[in-house]
């Protein structure tokens, strides 16, 4: 690759370039190879791509620990739908940089990339700080995360998952639920010799449907809802299915487990037959651009780190300073949060620029002030002697 940033790299320039890769999940390559020619621009003392081809970036003394870790995500959605421009076109026009994954997540992951850089250069920083730029976000947040997380030890982790500028620090966590129903076989014609799966599947949702779900005092309420229904044998001629499978989301609060969760419908379901039902976490298996094969569970535990914390207060402060907003939110769509904050207990919030409404819509972009203003804070964050006391 030329070196597109040989005139220099700043938060525009370097969102744009990323705007015009794309690259769904396990698709990341050129992203990464953009965010690691401008990290070696920005004068990062060491940038590592590691086996799920995530690629982290470090300033600061080489001997101290990673006090702060910046999580931005290369991967984006597809471009669905009738654009008024080309999706990866990467425009600036009227003030905004347009274009796929723009405000998710290539802005918010360009301004990380910025703001920490500027803080290093400053050469006043006395700890480590790390900027991932993560894989595969879009369809398991969380995994690709956990082996950055494994490797750099951070003692606390921002989110850089948009937030119109507004600190987040809570998100629900999500249980996806497959309910396997079984039936018995048999020709359409006689009905009664047998148990009809979907029939059963009916009941299924019209059960769980009366469960009532709990409500957590910072987090919400929950809610579980059906989102797939799938029959087998497709197509079922002249018979009765054997089997359905039913999807079932479920947003989960804090001391919620996944668990717990697939008690709560075995217990509900036994009802109607103590027999017909099995439940299970849904997983699938992915590949990675850099060729490693996984499997993950789709469990997402909710967090919450409490206002009093340290990094919350000194993230309140910085904002304050810089005229933006202190009070603090919640998130409300699952993020690698989940594993930093919701897994492993890490000292975590979320911050980043863009509307979380502009995400995954048709012409997406995302304000270049937001970008200026998100950076500004990074910069403050990293570079505010407090966060020392975030461990």
Known sequence: MENRFEQGCDVVTLTRALVQQGAMAGQEAPVAEVVCTAMKALAYDEIITDDLGNVIGLVGPRDAPVKLLFDGHMDVVPANGSWSRDPFSGV?????????????????????????????????????????????????????????????????????????LKLKIAQRGCVEVLVHVTGTPAHAAFPERGVNAIELAGQVTSKLATLEMPTDPVLGKMVLVPTDIISSPYPSISALPSTVTLRYDRRTGMGETSETVLQEIRSALTSIDPDAFTVEVSSNSYRSYTGVSFRVPRDLPAWHTPEVHPLVTTAQACLSDLGLSPLPGRYEFCTNGSEAAGRRGLPTIGFGPGRPSDAHIVDESISITALSQAEAFYRALVLNTDISDAS
């Open 92 to 164: 600036l026009q009227d003030g905004r940089v347009h274009g796929r994954g723009s405000t998710d997540m290539k802005g918010p992951l360009a301004a990380a990339i910025c703001g920490v850089a500027k803080a290093a250069s400053t050469g006043s920083l006395t700890h480590r700080v790390a900027v991932c730029a993560s894989v595969m976000e879009e369809v398991i947040e969380g995994a690709a995360l956990s082996r950055v997380l494994d490797t750099h030890s951070p003692e606390a982790v921002v989110i850089c998952e948009p937030s119109d």
